[in-house]
């Protein structure tokens, strides 16, 4: 199977997904070879261009059957997020990234799935999430939705994270990144106008994106 390109002008004018996804490509530029773990129906991946291969991670049945369905990787595996490591071994791709996905697990669980991309991961790991603790509930019994943990700013830097700040401010938002205010055209424009304060104000954004050049740390 090889995958579909979308393109993103399909997202919601001043959504958040739109609005992320030039970021995203920053980071996947030199990354042929990439691994998303918890892929999930719709991974901002279908619309970036710059990976020739991506492999998609999905233990939910059903967003694994969707996200085949709509091409959006390359290849795909049913398998939870903590058995890649063994499932793959280490330095096979290029790049991990989890989008939304490390805040579902323990703190404990958290830090071991980092631990694992590390080591996956020959170049880059990235990681999407919210910015700290997000409480938040599943739609259905066993989607793997509620939160379980919280990540900030201060806690993947001194992990060797890079972060930015990115989905607006987090005053604005409440779970599932929804908009508190209505009505809610105005609000996804104020809280567009607010990305490039918090860009390089994480501590004042909904969600944070976080990198580490693994090459950088390897012996």
Known sequence: MSRVIHNFKELQFFSSPRNNIKEFQ?????????????????????????????????????????????????????????????????????????FDVIEHLTKEDGLKLLSDMEKMASKRVVIFTPNGFLPQQGFEKGDFQEHL?????????????????????????????RLKYKPQALWAIISYLTQWYCKTHPHQAAAILCWKDIKEHKP
Request: proline content about 3%.
């Open 26 to 98: 920053k980071l996947f530029k030199d990354n042929k070879k990439v691994l998303d773990i918890g892929c999930g129906k719709n991974s901002p991946l279908m619309f970036i261009t710059s990976p020739t291969f991506c492999v998609g991670i999905e233990k939910y049945k059903p967003d694994l059957e969707a996200a085949k369905q709509s091409q959006t990787h390359d290849e795909f595996h049913e398998l939870d997020a903590l058995s890649c490591k063994e499932y793959f071994g280490e330095n096979k791709f290029d790049a991990c990234v989890t």
């Open 149 to 177: 943990s919280g990540w900030d700013i201060d806690e993947m830097r001194a992990l060797g994270y890079n972060v930015i700040g990115l989905n607006g401010l987090k005053s604005l938002r409440t779970e599932h990144y």
